[in-house]
C-alpha cells in the first residue's frame, strides 16, 4: 500500500515545488516507484520536468472535473520509476466549478486512492494558497510535509496552515499526519539562516526533518532542463540534499531497502535515464 504525501505552505517561494519534483525523484531513483501529482495551475512541477504544461490534454484539472479517469492523465518521465499527473493553467477555475459539488472536498482522495496500490509513494505538489484544491490535497494524503525558508519570514503564516491541517484532521481527515517540517534554501555563511533553524528546531522539536536543504546553483538551474536536480547534477550539494532527505523520509516510514545504504542504485538509474534521453535525441535529429 503506497503512501500519500502533500508539499503545503501557503506561503509563496519556501521551496514546494523544488521540493515536490527533487523529493520524488530521490525516491524514485532509489528504486521506489513514485507518482508526482502538480495540483498547483502555475503547473511549476509540470515544465520542471520537461513537459510544456500548454500541450497537456488530460491534466488534474479533467480528472478532478470528471472529464477524465486518473489513469488517463498519468505520464512517464525520464528518471526512472517516476510518473506525472501534470497540472494546466484550467486548474484555476476548478475551485469555482466543483464549488456546489457535495463531498467536494474529497474528489482528489477518491480519485488517488485506487493509485496506492500502484505507486510506492504519491507526491502532491500544492499550489501556495489555502483554497479548495489544497484542501482536496490534504483530504487525500495520509501525510503532509512543510517547506519552511530559512529566512526572516519564515515562521509566518505557518500557524495559519497548521490550524487549517487541524481542522482537516478534525473534520475531512482524521489521519493526516505531519510528516515534518523541512528547513530549506539554507545559507551557512549567513548567522539568520542559523538562528531560524534553531528557532524552528526550539518550536517544533522532532517534526524537524535532520536534513536540511542548502541554497544552491544547480537545484536553481535543472528546471530550465525539464530536470530534477538528481537528474542535472547527482554530485551537487543539492541533489545530495534531497536524496538524504529521501532516505530520511524511507527510513521514518520503515521502508528501508538494502539499496538505500549505498550509490549503486541511483548510479545505474542515473546513467540509464541519461542514456534514454541521448537515445530520443538522437533519434530527434535523424
Same mark, same amino acid.
Given at each position: 500500500?503506497?503512501?500519500?504525501?502533500?508539499?503545503?505552505?501557503?506561503?509563496?517561494?519556501?521551496?514546494?515545488?523544488?521540493?515536490?519534483?527533487?523529493?520524488? +525523484?530521490?525516491?524514485?531513483?532509489?528504486?521506489?516507484?513514485?507518482?508526482?501529482? %502538480? *495540483?498547483?495551475?502555475? +503547473?511549476?512541477?509540470?515544465?520542471?520536468?520537461?513537459?510544456?504544461?500548454?500541450?497537456?490534454?488530460? !491534466?488534474?484539472?479533467? =480528472?478532478?472535473?470528471?472529464?477524465?479517469?486518473?489513469?488517463?492523465?498519468?505520464?512517464?518521465?525520464?528518471?526512472?520509476?517516476?510518473?506525472?499527473?501534470? !497540472?494546466?493553467?484550467?486548474?484555476?477555475?476548478?475551485?469555482?466549478?466543483?464549488?456546489?459539488?457535495? %463531498?467536494?472536498?474529497?474528489?482528489?482522495?477518491? +480519485?488517488?486512492?485506487?493509485?496506492?496500490?500502484?505507486?510506492?509513494?504519491? #507526491?502532491?505538489? =500544492?499550489?501556495?494558497?489555502?483554497?479548495?484544491?489544497?484542501?482536496?490535497?490534504?483530504?487525500?494524503?495520509?501525510?503532509?510535509?512543510?517547506?519552511?525558508? =530559512?529566512?526572516?519570514?519564515?515562521?509566518?503564516?505557518?500557524?495559519?496552515?497548521?490550524?487549517?491541517?487541524? #481542522?482537516?484532521?478534525?473534520?475531512?481527515?482524521?489521519?493526516?499526519?505531519?510528516?515534518?517540517?523541512?528547513?530549506?534554501?539554507? %545559507?551557512?555563511?549567513?548567522?539568520?539562516?542559523?538562528?531560524?533553524?534553531?528557532?524552528?528546531?526550539?518550536?517544533?522539536?522532532?517534526?524537524?526533518?535532520?536534513?536540511?536543504?542548502?541554497?544552491?546553483?544547480?537545484? !536553481?538551474? *535543472?528546471?530550465?532542463?525539464?530536470?530534477?536536480?538528481?537528474?542535472?547534477?547527482?554530485? =551537487?550539494?543539492?541533489?545530495?540534499?534531497?536524496?538524504?532527505?529521501?532516505?530520511?523520509?524511507?527510513?521514518?516510514?520503515?521502508?528501508?531497502?538494502?539499496?538505500? %545504504?549505498?550509490?549503486?542504485?541511483? #548510479?545505474?538509474?542515473?546513467?540509464?535515464?541519461?542514456?534514454?534521453?541521448?537515445?530520443?535525441?538522437?533519434?530527434?535529429?535523424?
Amino acid at each position: 500500500m503506497g503512501k500519500i504525501i502533500s508539499i503545503a505552505n501557503q506561503k509563496g517561494g519556501v521551496g514546494k515545488t523544488t521540493t515536490a519534483i527533487n523529493l520524488s +525523484a530521490g525516491l524514485a531513483v532509489l528504486d521506489y516507484k513514485v507518482l508526482l501529482v %502538480d *495540483a498547483d495551475p502555475q +503547473a511549476n512541477a509540470t515544465s520542471g520536468l520537461g513537459i510544456n504544461p500548454k500541450s497537456v490534454e488530460t !491534466s488534474i484539472y479533467e =480528472c478532478l472535473i470528471g472529464q477524465a479517469h486518473i489513469t488517463e492523465g498519468i505520464k512517464k518521465i525520464d528518471t526512472p520509476n517516476l510518473y506525472l499527473l501534470p !497540472s494546466h493553467l484550467n486548474l484555476v477555475g476548478a475551485e469555482i466549478e466543483l464549488i456546489n459539488l457535495q %463531498d467536494r472536498e474529497k474528489l482528489m482522495r477518491e +480519485a488517488l486512492h485506487q493509485l496506492k496500490e500502484v505507486f510506492d509513494f504519491i #507526491i502532491i505538489d =500544492c499550489s501556495p494558497s489555502l483554497g479548495l484544491i489544497t484542501l482536496n490535497a490534504l483530504t487525500a494524503s495520509d501525510s503532509v510535509i512543510v517547506p519552511v525558508q =530559512c529566512e526572516y519570514f519564515a515562521l509566518e503564516g505557518l500557524g495559519k496552515l497548521l490550524n487549517t491541517i487541524n #481542522i482537516v484532521q478534525n473534520r475531512m481527515n482524521k489521519n493526516l499526519e505531519i510528516e515534518g517540517i523541512l528547513l530549506t534554501m539554507y %545559507d551557512s555563511r549567513l548567522r539568520l539562516s542559523k538562528q531560524v533553524v534553531s528557532e524552528v528546531k526550539r518550536h517544533f522539536g522532532e517534526l524537524v526533518f535532520e536534513t536540511i536543504v542548502h541554497r544552491n546553483t544547480r537545484v !536553481s538551474e *535543472a528546471p530550465q532542463f525539464g530536470q530534477s536536480v538528481i537528474m542535472y547534477d547527482m554530485q =551537487c550539494k543539492g541533489a545530495i540534499n534531497y536524496l538524504n532527505l529521501s532516505k530520511e523520509l524511507i527510513r521514518k516510514n520503515g521502508l528501508t531497502k538494502e539499496a538505500i %545504504d549505498t550509490t549503486a542504485t541511483i #548510479i545505474k538509474n542515473t546513467k540509464k535515464a541519461k542514456a534514454k534521453k541521448g537515445d530520443k535525441k538522437a533519434k530527434a535529429k535523424k
